[in-house]
């Protein structure tokens, strides 16, 4: 008997072996890719299964899930309950990543070996400029992020503004922001350090002027614009609140993706967003007669990169490092500008070519040397004065009065209890007296339905006293 239970027993374990087998097979054929919402040709995706298959004999298919808020990303991955094997953070969310030992290497010397032997390139075609940018990125020492984390896209946060209501000149300033003439017609990306960051430049750039260190006119070096970057003390989230609290009088609300929508349609007027949504509203707006323009005020603001890191808890990471390199390959990343609006750290002489192409607002004269370098590291010819959509590739001059935000680390926290009391009563006029109306009405009813039973006990006090007589 015992030796019929003992052969039971291990049948029933081998196969639930196989089954694990089997499940975990399975899921090694799935790479699970998590990233922004609207932010990839995803016909891509397909062709990335049969360029894998093609490459390594081996199957893959693209799990494709996405996410609005960099912090709503992280909390599902910080668990360790999300084994997503491709994530898309942004450059302050990769910094706690590395902090936080969630991530592992990219580039690894296997990899490296095994595509060489293909004869794929691998991430050669990122700018020279976006691996600088990823190189400042605070994180442990003896750790090089570029190691960890390969850029995707890239912009800036300034202002979309309607010219039919807001001059370029009065758009140049984030003074615009608190422009009463603008109450209810203004709207803010739903992004606490993307708004923290501008709001902060102006306030410093403004209280240095009123103590006579700048002019009228001057601005804050970028030396100085680099280190707030890094400002989270409790003075300066004082006053960054108490600017949004006078600029939230006007707003008409706090958008995570549908700003775009409220500027096509002129139900907003201005919006404080990333230049890639601006590149789509500026399009979309064409199309139904509305002009729209972009710009990154003169007193400076946040150039912004977002890469592909692969968590430690991912399973796939064979097809997670071949999809990170099938993204930087020149014609993909163009596709990906072309459906996106937003702009491919890709820095090649294909992407170069195609500049005119992906153009979506007027064409300027742009200094992009600092973007455009060939193998031998100088500029590609003509760069320093090519026509390009200045929405799209910021001059040389926007990008030197632009800073990269960093990791606020355990200051997180009181930036975002900030936020939420600058969101929290965020009540315009129109929504200040209707709430005041409703209570009242609802005072007086109260008030009256005492009054009414008051008046009932009286009557039927006065009913038993007529009764007993």
């Known amino acids: 008997m015992r030796l019929y239970t003992t052969k039971i027993f291990a049948i029933v374990a081998l196969i639930g072996l196989l089954l694990g087998c089997s499940g975990e097979e399975e899921r090694l054929q799935r790479l699970k890719v998590y990233n922004w919402g609207d932010y990839i040709d995803e016909e891509l995706l397909t062709e990335f299964e049969e360029w894998y298959f093609e490459h390594t004999g081996r199957q893959v298919e693209v799990v494709y899930q996405t996410f609005d808020i960099n912090e709503v990303m992280l909390a599902k991955i910080e668990n360790g309950h999300a084994d997503f094997d491709v994530v898309c953070p942004s450059e302050y969310i990769i910094e706690r990543m590395l902090r936080k030992e969630m991530l592992l290497p990219i580039l690894t010397e296997e990899f490296k070996a095994e595509i060489e032997a293909k004869n794929i390139d691998y991430f050669d075609a990122v700018s020279p400029y976006i691996k600088e940018q990823f190189s400042l990125l605070t994180a442990p020492e003896g750790i090089d992020p570029n190691d960890y984390s390969v850029g995707y896209m890239w912009g800036t946060t300034g202002i979309l503004y309607n010219k039919r209501y807001v001059t370029s000149e009065e758009a140049s300033s984030w003074a615009l922001m608190f422009d009463q003439r603008l109450d209810d017609k203004i709207f803010v990306k739903d992004a606490f350090r993307d708004v923290y960051s501008p709001i902060l ?120 490092r071949y999809f990170i390199d099938f993204m930087c390959k020149p014609e993909n990343a163009i596709r990906n500008m072309d459906a996106t609006g937003y702009v491919s750290v890709v820095a090649t002489d294909e992407v170069f070519e195609s500049l005119e192409e992906l153009a979506t607002g007027e064409l300027e004269v742009c200094d992009l040397s600092y973007l455009f370098i060939d193998s031998k590291g100088e500029p590609l010819e003509g760069s320093d004065s090519v026509m390009a959509d200045a929405t799209l590739y910021p001059d040389r001059s926007v990008i030197e009065r632009c800073g990269v935000m960093h990791d606020s680390g355990e200051r997180t926290d009181k930036m975002l209890e900030m936020w939420s009391r600058v969101k929290g009563d965020n009540l315009s006029t129109g929504m200040l007296v209707g709430i005041i109306i409703f209570f009242s009405l609802l005072l007086i009813w109260g008030i009256w339905r005492k009054v009414e039973k008051y008046l009932a006990a009286q009557r039927r006090a006065k009913r038993r006293k007529h009764h007993k007589r």
């Open 201 to 320: 430049i102006y306030a410093k750039t403004l209280e240095q002027r009123e103590a006579g260190i700048l002019g009228p006119d001057e601005t804050l070096q970028l030396n100085t614009i680099r280190e707030l970057m890094y400002d989270s003390s409790d003075e300066s989230i004082a006053l960054v609140e108490s600017y949004l609290k006078r600029m939230k009088e006007l707003v008409a609300g706090w958008e995570a993706d549908f700003g775009k929508e409220m500027m096509t349609q002129e139900k907003a007027w201005i919006n404080l967003m990333w230049s890639g949504d601006a590149v789509w509203a500026i399009d979309e707006a064409q199309s139904v007669d509305v002009e729209l323009g972009y710009a990154v005020p003169v007193e400076g603001s946040v150039v912004w990169f977002d890469g592909w890191v692969i968590p430690k808890y991912a399973r796939n990471t064979h097809a997670a």
